[in-house]
């Protein structure tokens, strides 16, 4: 039988150190606060998974203490590992493989109105594919699952526009059989910041929606 987990990737919300290309139309004060307000409706919106294990990766290594205030009971909490996001998605898909998990999902936290079953989408197209991704607007992907640890799937920019189709390159040569999910997208910048309010869901997002309408009032 198959054990899975769900896996998310997270940042102290810092001034200065999150959300840095919302500006300068936000403060890194305000864009500190939207990414801790999305951080947190995510979490929530995992809270009551059943059918697979959780744990939140963090960063940095000394913000533990802020983490813990806010988690709920079932999220096991640990540190990012490796320099370079790069480097740190393929450790945390190989320590959840030597745990021995079969259905690793990964998903970033910038996305607070992806769509309540996309993470049970991933682990379904898990069953028949060693990739699942999710791909962003932007060029990358907000989601992405493996059934193994897998280094070389990694081994490239990611953080420029061609994440999602240098990750599929990779997963060609490597002879791995991928599925792309419906597609969602990321708060990164500006223009979607602009789009964000007509998509929020008071019940799935309230803090998102209370922050994105104290920064846009109109």
């Excluded at 890194?28 to 951080?39: F, H, R, V, W």
């Excluded at 990012?80 to 998605?89: E, F, K, P, S, T």
């Excluded at 799937?153 to 240098?166: K, P, Q, R, Y």
Aim: glycine content about 6%.
């Amino acid at each position: 039988m198959s054990r899975r987990i769900l896996a998310l990737f997270a940042k102290a919300p810092v001034p200065g150190q999150v959300k840095t290309r919302l500006s300068p139309e936000l403060s890194p004060e305000s864009a500190a606060a939207l990414y801790e307000a999305m951080l947190c409706d995510i979490v929530d919106q995992h809270a009551s998974e059943r059918d697979c294990e959780r744990a939140l990766w963090f960063a940095p290594a000394d913000a533990r203490d802020w983490f813990e205030r806010f988690t709920s009971a079932g999220w096991r909490l640990v540190p990012q590992q490796g320099v370079g996001l790069a480097a740190r998605m393929a450790a945390l898909f190989r320590l959840h493989e030597a745990e021995g998990f079969d259905r690793i999902v990964l998903r970033g936290t910038d996305s607070p109105t992806l769509p309540a079953g996309r993470v049970g989408e991933a682990f379904a197209a898990l069953e028949h594919s060693e990739l699942a991704l999710c791909p962003d607007r932007d060029g990358g992907y907000n989601l992405i699952g493996l059934r193994a640890a897998c280094d070389d799937l990694f081994a490239l920019e990611l953080s420029h526009t061609g994440v999602l189709s240098g990750t599929l390159a990779n997963a060609r040569s490597l002879g791995l059989c991928a599925e792309l999910l419906p597609a969602h997208h990321d708060v990164d910048t500006w223009p979607d910041l602009l789009r964000l309010p007509a998509e929020l869901d008071a019940t799935r997002a309230p803090r998102t929606l209370r922050i994105v309408r104290e920064i846009l009032p109109g």
